[in-house]
């Protein structure tokens, strides 16, 4: 999957003037939010050798920076229509405590939330030069009707006392000097926030590049791994049945001439156990490929998984169209082998399935069992070739399996992958 590269749209007169109303606004928000971010950061820290209450101030300050760095997101996407990705909270995709560890440190450092916070104390500190800009621009307008007026007038705010006739002059000359600088003010706020917030062209080549790293190598392990479940299958289940199958046949073959009804019976035996080879061959086979997700999609391939589940599963999707084979596929595989793994290891009485083909364009999956939890990523085992499957595919995916359960697993993908 590779990412658009964002819109280097042209800045109209309606988006400077738009976006001088909004950094009018963020001088006043701005400061109260930054003041509210210093305190907790300073609560936090102060507090660090009462135990736990420090750390939620600067969890609580972790997660407001989050939120003031999205807005500045939705905000400047939506002033300018730059084409920039959503914001995201950062997961590490990994179970219990330290996973949680890890995904706080992610999200402290992710490079796009501090862009963010950077994008928004600039406007808050342009925003703080906006405001006394557009008040001497005002004043200003107010002293081309002085003549009106007798005597000398007072510049509102200054304690500057002028003729009446000069007022004018200094009027014109104040409105022409305060346009200016918001006009300046409103450019600068464009280039400042292209600058922060749109990646460069070498930035975005490196991601792909990395991207397609990811993928090439989640590829490669995910082949590895299947490779290495179907010679398992094979070397376990139906290698040893055809052997049991010939050696029966041998018997048989023996006792035809002298004990018919032995061989009969044995020729019984092999016969169930060749339709047994055959039913393990066409599982193993749908396991690589589900005819039926290609022929009725992925809500009909779904039905008949489920309903050869040995878990009781409650399945749940909602989708308003196809997705590309690929996509479909990896998620499709993601469903079979979390319901496998909670059959053979969870202890799960049930299972919840939930499908969805979210706003942004990505097919997304929720598989939950009220198992005995503990679920790991072990090399080559199922959760790693889910993993590897869906990164390949240049999606993600995220297990949450505390010991005692329940275990959830969520898988998303690019619809169009």
């Known amino acids: 999957m590779t990412t658009a590269p964002p819109i280097r749209r042209r800045v109209g007169v309606l988006a400077h003037l738009g976006a001088l109303a909004q950094l009018a606004a963020i001088g006043l928000i701005g400061s109260i939010l930054f003041t509210v971010l210093a305190t907790f950061l300073g609560v936090g820290v102060g507090l660090l050798p009462v135990v736990g209450i420090g750390v939620l101030f600067l969890i609580a300050f972790l997660y407001v920076l989050w939120a003031t760095a999205w807005l500045e997101y939705e905000r400047v996407e939506g002033l300018y229509g730059y084409g920039l990705p959503a914001l995201r909270i950062r997961r590490s995709g990994q179970p219990g405590f330290k996973g949680w560890l890890r995904t706080l440190w992610q999200q402290f450092t992710d490079g796009p939330m501090w862009r963010g916070i950077a994008s928004c104390a600039i406007a808050t500190v342009l925003g703080l030069l906006v405001l006394p800009t557009v008040g001497a621009v005002v004043t200003s307008v107010s002293l081309l009707f002085a003549p009106l007026q007798t005597g000398d007038v007072r510049i509102v705010g200054t304690g500057i006392v002028i003729a009446s006739t000069a007022a004018v002059i200094v009027g014109i000359v104040g409105i022409l000097v305060g346009a200016a600088v918001l006009v300046g003010l409103a450019l600068l706020h464009a280039v400042l926030t292209r600058a922060i917030l749109v990646p460069s062209r070498e930035a975005l080549l490196a991601e792909q590049a990395r991207a397609a790293g990811a993928q090439r190598a989640g590829a490669v392990r995910a ?48 016969h169930t156990s060749t339709k047994a080879a055959i039913t393990e061959l066409r599982q193993l086979a749908r396991g690589i490929h589900a005819s039926v997700l290609d022929d009725r999609g992925l809500d009909a391939a779904l039905s008949a998984l489920v309903a050869r589940s040995h878990v009781p599963v409650s399945l749940d999707v909602r989708l ?36 969805r083909r979210r706003d942004d364009g990505t097919l997304w999956a929720r598989v939950e069992d009220n198992g005995v939890g503990g679920a790991r990523v072990l090399p080559g085992g199922g959760l790693d070739g889910i993993t590897n499957r869906i990164l390949a595919a240049g999606g993600t995916t995220r297990l949450d399996s505390p010991t005692g359960g329940p275990t959830a697993l969520e898988v998303s993908v690019p619809c169009a992958s």
Do not use: W
């Not at 290495?228 to 299958?233: F, G, H, L, S, V």
């Not at 004990?259 to 009969?264: G, N």
């Not at 196809?322 to 202890?347: D, G, Q, V």
């Open 320 to 355: 308003d169209g196809r997705c590309s084979p690929t996509a479909e596929a990896a998620l499709y595989f993601a469903i079979a082998e979390s319901l496998t793994n909670a059959a053979k290891h969870s202890r799960a009485t049930e299972c919840r399935v939930t499908v």
């Open 223 to 270: 082949s590895e791994v299947e490779r290495t479940r179907i010679e398992r299958d094979l070397h376990d289940g139906v290698q040893p049945r055809l052997v049991s199958v010939g050696m029966t046949l041998g018997l048989a073959q023996q006792k035809i001439d002298t004990d018919p009804a032995a061989a009969k019976a044995l020729l019984d035996e092999a």
